[in-house]
Nanobody, 117 residues
Framework: QVQLVESGGGLVQPGGSLRLSCIAS????????MKWVRQAPGQGLEWVAT?????????TYADSVKGRFSLSRDNAKNTLYLQMNSLKAEDTAVYYC?????????RGQGTQVTVTS
């Protein structure tokens, strides 16, 4: 059974940092393209970052987070991470890890990130 469990969210001041984790089970994370997406209050899902299979796990980022967020993967722990630095109020959202696994989109329950002074 495919399962994704996010954690690490919380309340942080502007300029602060958080590291989100996504523990995968039921499939090998290393063999799938994985993404982080987010949903701000009243908004649709927004793509944040992707880690690919080729190029040793090359990563791409939305312009809104480029230079501030860093996506990585620990294959031994079957875990995806999103390091978020220099957080802004507009980063406030529920963050999800997501992958197209065995023919369908799988997403976890999400973790809330709130950036406020």
């Amino acid at each position: 059974q495919v399962q994704l469990v996010e954690s690490g969210g919380g309340l942080v001041q502007p300029g602060g940092s958080l590291r989100l984790s996504c523990i995968a089970s039921g499939f090998p994370l290393s063999q799938y393209v994985m993404k982080w997406v987010r949903q701000a209050p009243g908004q649709g899902l927004e793509w944040v970052a992707t880690i690919n299979l080729e190029g040793g796990g090359a990563t791409t980022y939305a312009d809104s987070v480029k230079g501030r967020f860093s996506l990585s993967r620990d294959n031994a722990k079957n875990t995806l991470y999103l390091q978020m630095n220099s957080l802004k109020a507009e980063d406030t959202a529920v963050y999800y890890c997501q992958g197209y696994i065995r023919g369908e989109v799988s997403r976890g329950q999400g973790t809330q990130v709130t950036v406020t002074s």
